[in-house]
């Protein structure tokens, strides 16, 4: 049978390589080829991607069938014309190939179907577009909706950055006509997978998982390409990930297309990453992946030829694909000035290779007068395959060793996250994780009593509650929280001892309302890789809390989550288990109308309100010295929440005084105060009764947030709020002396407003 491959790239390559092997094949072509597919068959230059000149060179070789390798063609509708005249073709229609070369078209097909992906919108306008940018919550990543050759995908630093690119693409015609529409989607975090699969737009056959490296440089840095190396199979996606990935992504796909009036026969491609709520699909493609071909096709067993066959004539359910059960890994070496504009015309040596199980791949070569000539950005893919992994990784780079030309740059890290064969090799450290222990063991024993049986190293710790024998009718109080997106602040600025500090006094305020104090703490530190001093730093900044409010550390937990936490990223959350006498719990029976509302003064934002904080400043700003404050603005907004233990609790432990104590955290004044009062009560706020810091006038000016929305949001300078009936208001005020301030009262309830703001 005569088959002819359109493309002339590594991935047409490998396909014709594969090709070859068939007892079934007659003779190869390839339009146009490149000077590795020249020794399997014959080159055809001069066609382009005309479907009439394909289809009439075809007809006059008597091909059986034509492969389509790119994306470009197919969605162009190459396969709809040469289907047309009577071929035999392996690739999708026109129709089907815009689940690649359409982003908008993927995504809302995938939402139409319920295949899970990140949340998404799509802009013509840059108005529009900036104007959501602002408007969301969550890193994102910008796609050029149109065919970009991979290059089309940007994930900015910083809102600015996001900016920028919006403009380059929509205003600057960046990518011309595929940057025309733009797609702003949620930035998702996490291990990144390709599964492909064969289909006859029925039945889905998935392939070993590979693993692309997109970025030029060593350690994913550097610009975007095409793909710098691959291996297969990807220890991050076992059997049991794939046939879920088919169950829930594939399967469906190919399904929804049939259903749509456009079946999809050939390759279907899914990039996947594992995010920390399951598998999510980054993009379809319509083809098989360049370089993951490369890694993949060596492992196939089977006749490569009776699948394409089977894809065009709908019998694929018939077939069971065998693979060998080996590694394998393919290493690009691109041009000088790849991937912005490759310099070209560079004579390759060392290509007579001698080595079994090693292949090398033409992508970007010509042949002139005798010699190969480089010819674009990808120039060769060095695949090797071998019982390990790591054995394959050596012998591809044994082989490109002999492989010259002048500007040749690879990467040198090309399937090493494949060696996560171990805990560590799945991004998750254990000695970094043991180290930070032993950092922070001596902090945490600090706030050790008599009363720690067992705490830091052990599975659990263990306190012993005898000293709770003199309380007549002892509560435990119990609260679990965070401190928000005011971790990205500190994670950006290093300040890490601060949100430690931060997460234990915002847990004692919210058992305080309750009229508790502290006994023990739990602590939970999670991040994509675990710096053992950046935790430690954590850590100290917790235990150094607790010491002061006389609390235990009892223990805690350090993960170590690269597929859920972006790097350099971070999460704290507390537990904290505290004690009241039965008849001291508050909020108090009594809370009357006339009863009056003290206010103690906040530290700064505490944790609340950071997410809208981020939006409106950038590096620039926080960085800068502002003279009413006294400092930067980042240290503004990074001082630790303050706890009210010290000043509070003397007075708590007397009987009467205060009836109840409202903790202002997320919700602010409108949210919390109301969480303590009676039903048909209400509280009337005097915004004049004490001055509002600096720090929040600022926010409310750069981001122009209305006056009642500030106090919904904020803390507006206080952090406590204190319920005292009229009779003790004057003895409390001044025994809590400084910063405290009569600031509302409590009135009975007209209509819907539980506060009033005058």
């Known amino acids: 049978m005569n088959v002819m491959v359109i493309g002339s790239g590594g991935r047409e390559h490998a396909i014709g390589w594969k090709l070859a092997q068939s007892p079934r094949i007659g003779r190869l072509f390839f339009a146009p080829g490149n000077a590795g597919t020249s020794t399997l068959g014959q080159n055809l230059t001069g066609l382009g991607e005309n479907p009439e000149k394909i289809a009439v060179a075809a007809h006059e070789r008597n091909v059986e069938l034509v492969v389509i390798g790119p994306e470009a063609p197919l969605a162009n ?12 073709v392996f690739g999708p229609s026109r129709a089907a190939a815009q689940i690649e070369s359409s982003k908008r078209f993927a995504k809302e097909f995938m939402l139409r179907h319920g295949i899970p992906t990140a949340r998404f919108a799509v802009f013509t306008d840059v108005v529009s577009a900036e104007a959501y940018l602002e408007a969301v919550d969550y890193p994102v990543v910008i796609k050029a909706s149109g065919l970009a050759a991979g290059k089309g995908v940007f994930l900015p630093k910083d809102r600015q950055e996001a900016r920028q690119v919006i403009r380059d693409m929509l205003l600057g015609g960046a990518f011309g006509a595929a940057g025309k529409e733009v797609l702003i989607e949620e930035r998702l975090a996490g291990e990144e997978v390709s599964v492909l699969a064969f289909t006859d737009g029925n039945t889905v056959c998935p392939m070993p998982p590979a693993q692309d490296h997109k970025r030029l440089r060593d350690g994913d840095e550097g610009p975007n390409t095409g793909g710098m190396g691959a291996y297969a199979p990807a220890p991050i996606c076992p059997p049991e990930s794939v046939a879920e990935i088919v169950r829930t992504v594939l399967q469906p796909a190919v399904d929804g297309m049939r259903a749509e009036g456009c079946q999809f026969i050939g390759i279907l491609y899914a990039g996947m990453m594992l995010t920390h709520q399951g598998w999510k699909v980054l993009e379809f493609n319509c083809r098989f992946g360049d370089p993951e071909t490369q890694a993949i096709l060596p492992l196939l067993e089977s006749d490569l030829l009776e699948f394409f066959l089977a894809c065009c004539d709908g019998h694929l359910d018939g077939l069971v694909p065998s693979w060998k059960p080996l590694k394998s890994i393919c290493v690009v070496a691109a041009s000088e000035n790849y991937p912005d504009k490759p310099v070209v015309g560079r004579t390759v040596t060392g290509l007579n290779l001698r080595a079994d199980q090693t292949v090398i791949f033409h992508a970007g070569t010509e042949l002139l007068d005798g010699s190969v000539k480089t010819s674009g950005g990808r120039v060769l893919g060095i695949t090797a395959w071998d019982a390990s992994l790591k054995d394959a990784i050596n012998a591809a780079y ?68 005898k000293s709770l024998q003199k309380m007549k009718n002892p509560v435990l109080v119990a609260s679990t929280d965070g401190v928000g997106t005011k971790v990205k602040l500190a994670a950006q600025f290093g300040s890490y001892g601060s949100i430690g500090i931060d997460l234990v006094n915002h847990c004692i305020n919210d058992i305080l309302v309750q009229g508790a104090r502290p006994l023990f703490f739990l602590d939970y530190f999670a991040s994509s890789h675990i710096d053992p001093e950046k935790v430690a730093e954590v850590v100290a900044g917790i235990a150094g809390a607790c010491k002061t409010a006389g609390c235990a550390l009892l223990g805690g937990e350090t993960a170590e989550m690269p597929g859920v936490y972006l790097e350099n990223e971070f999460d704290v959350a507390g537990t904290i288990i505290g004690v009241v006498e039965r008849e ?141 009936g009229r009779d003790r208001v004057d003895e409390i005020q001044n025994r809590l002396g400084e910063g405290c301030w009569r600031i509302g009262e409590v009135i009975p309830l007209s209509g819907n407003h539980k506060v009033t703001l005058a």
């Open 398 to 465: 044994r082989a490109l060793e002999q492989i010259s030309f002048e500007g040749m740059q690879f990467r040198r890290d090309i399937g090493k996250k494949g060696l996560r064969m171990t805990y560590a090799g799945a991004g998750v450290d254990i000695d970094a994780g043991n180290r930070a222990v032993t950092l922070m063991k001596s902090a945490v024993t600090a706030t050790y009593g008599p009363e720690v049986l067992a705490g830091v190293g052990a599975f659990g710790g263990l306190f012993d509650i």
């Open 77 to 88: 509708g190459l396969a709809d014309v040469l289907r047309a005249r009577g071929l035999r």
């Open 584 to 724: 001291q719990v508050l909020p108090k029976d009594g809370i009357q109308a006339g009863d009056v509302l003290l206010g103690l003064a906040s530290s700064g934002a505490h944790t609340n309100g950071y997410s809208l904080i981020r939006r409106l400043f950038d590096q620039q700003a926080l960085e800068k010295w502002v003279p009413e404050l006294g400092r930067r603005l980042i240290d503004a907004l990074l001082e630790p929440h303050r706890s009210y233990l010290d000043r509070l609790y003397p007075l708590l432990e007397e009987s009467g005084g205060i009836k109840a104590l409202a903790h202002l955290t997320g919700g602010g004044f409108i949210e919390n105060i109301p969480r303590i009062l009676p039903e048909e009560l209400s509280a009337r706020i005097e915004r004049d009764s004490w001055q509002v810091p600096v720090l929040f006038r600022m926010i409310q000016q750069r981001g122009s947030v209305p006056e009642d929305e500030m106090y919904r949001v904020f803390n507006m300078g206080i952090g406590m709020v204190v319920v005292v």
